[in-house]
């Protein structure tokens, strides 16, 4: 999703974009690909404006996860990490290293068929979440 579009949003919602709410946005377009906890946002946006709290940052990414502005995938127990939504209609899949954490996209929507099926018995499907686990190529060769 590109600012132009992330304003159109805030505007549609309403949602005034203080100084702290700004910061949290330039933060997560600067680290547009990666999965940031909310600690990691917050560890950024105090390099920009050094008075932010965790509250904040909670609260502010529920709002732009709420707006669908951003994307928040629970891929550690019980801890979200946000990223920039794309601007496919569903959420793209992720594979997970459990060796180096390192979490990698699949574009594709994998799902499709099972989509289509699920639409002909009369369900309407809104969105999805996939998860694959393994290693990545680079721990492979370790183990
Ligand atoms: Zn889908
Ligand atoms: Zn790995
Ligand atoms: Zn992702």
Do not use: W
Request: with cysteine; aromatic share 10%.
């Amino acid at each position: 999703m590109n600012r132009k579009k992330v304003k159109e949003k805030l505007q549609q919602n309403s949602y005034r974009l203080t100084n702290q709410r700004a910061a949290i946005l330039e933060v997560m377009f600067d680290n547009k690909g990666k999965h940031l906890s909310a600690e990691e946002v917050l560890y950024y946006a105090k390099r920009k404006l050094p008075n932010i709290g965790i509250a904040t940052v909670y609260r502010t990414l529920e709002k732009l996860a709420g707006m669908e502005i951003l994307y928040k995938t629970m891929f550690e127990e019980g801890k979200y990490r946000y990223e920039i939504s794309d601007d496919k209609e569903h959420q793209h899949h992720h594979i997970i290293c459990l060796s180096c954490g390192r979490i990698a996209e699949i574009e594709e929507d994998l799902l499709c068929n099972l989509e289509e099926q699920l639409e002909n018995r009369g369900f309407e499907v809104l969105d999805h979440e996939l998860k694959f686990y393994g290693y990545c190529p680079e721990c492979k060769k370790k183990v």
